[in-house]
T-cell receptor, first 113, second 113 residues
Framework: GQQLNQSPQSMFIQEGEDVSMNCTSSSIFNTWLWYKQEPGEGPVLLIALYKAGELTSNGRLTAQFGITRKDSFLNISASIPSDVGIYFC?????????????FGEGTQLTVNP | DTAVSQTPKYLVTQMGNDKSIKCEQN?????MYWYKQDSKKFLKIMFSYNNKELIINETVPNRFSPKSPDKAHLNLHINSLELGDSAVYFC????????????FGQGTRLTVV
């Protein structure tokens, strides 16, 4: 099935550093989303992107919908310890039978105080 | 109030048993989903229901039978559990079938021994 290639798989950074992660696909998506999952919890939506080229911010988070509609990136500025978690990209394609999210493999972020 | 709640949070059972996981959303959404997260944290859609009707069945074994008594509830029944069914199962909902923004429950960690 359709897969999203998300990188890096893991990151170990110092508090205060900026972080960047991205997702690529061989197919076009209509919508890109970024989720964060903390241990023992479900994924929580961070940012949703609906238009190619769109750049959207949510606090210290910024995400962009690639112009080719086949990629997206997420930046986190001035990281803090509570940014720790797994970040997932997800893409949505509209289909006649409904829409579904295809998830990337996740980026495990560790922030050292 | 929890938007998407699923029970139980943990489920340990023996091979061959039948078990159910319940999910309820109080967001007034029309569409509900079941996702499976494997040991490598990969998230994959299993089912999608819109207003109690099945719209996506992602080639899941027929030992898995979702049931939606109303649009606020989507339960998952699993017959003849196998070791490979061990995973975290997430319920999610979105406003309508075309909505990309899905809200996830806390997950049910199923362990088959």
């Amino acid at each position: 099935g359709q897969q999203l290639n998300q990188s890096p798989q893991s990151m170990f950074i110092q508090e205060g550093e900026d972080v960047s992660m991205n997702c690529t696909s061989s197919s076009i998506f209509n919508t890109w989303l970024w989720y964060k999952q903390e241990p023992g919890e479900g994924p929580v939506l961070l940012i949703a992107l609906y238009k190619a080229g769109e750049l959207t911010s949510n606090g210290r988070l910024t995400a962009q919908f690639g112009i080719t509609r086949k990629d997206s990136f997420l930046n986190i500025s001035a990281s803090i310890p509570s940014d720790v978690g797994i970040y997932f990209c997800a893409g949505q394609r509209q289909e006649t039978s409904g829409s579904r999210l295809t998830f990337g493999e996740g980026t495990q972020l560790t922030v050292n105080p | 109030d929890t938007a998407v709640s699923q029970t139980p949070k943990y489920l340990v059972t023996q091979m061959g048993n039948d078990k159910s996981i319940k999910c309820e959303q109080n967001l007034g959404h029309d569409t509900m989903y079941w996702y499976k997260q494997d040991s490598k944290k990969f998230l994959k859609i299993m089912f999608s229901y819109n207003n109690k009707e099945l719209i996506i069945n992602e080639t899941v074994p027929n030992r898995f039978s979702p049931k939606s008594p109303d649009k606020a509830h989507l339960n998952l029944h699993i017959n003849s559990l196998e070791l490979g069914d061990s995973a975290v199962y997430f319920c999610a909902s979105s406003q309508e079938v075309g909505s990309a923004e899905a809200f996830f429950g806390q997950g049910t960690r199923l362990t088959v021994v």
